[in-house]
């Protein structure tokens, strides 16, 4: 029973810390050299899109 016991608080620390780093993950944002490229890539497809 205290492996169990043992073994459960054990996932439940992992489950916070999963939960935690998704959080901060979702916070961080789209950094700005990411934003350029996929503007620059919708430029692209505008471009082929009025050439056809």
Not at 4 to 29: H, P
Request: cysteine-free; glycine content about 4%.
């Amino acid at each position: 029973m205290a492996q169990s016991s043992a073994k459960q608080k054990r996932e439940s620390v992992i489950d916070e810390n999963l939960k935690r780093v998704y959080e901060e993950a979702l916070d961080e944002g789209v950094p700005d050299r990411f934003r350029d490229l996929l503007d620059a890539l919708k430029q692209q497809d505008a471009s082929k899109g009025s050439a056809k």
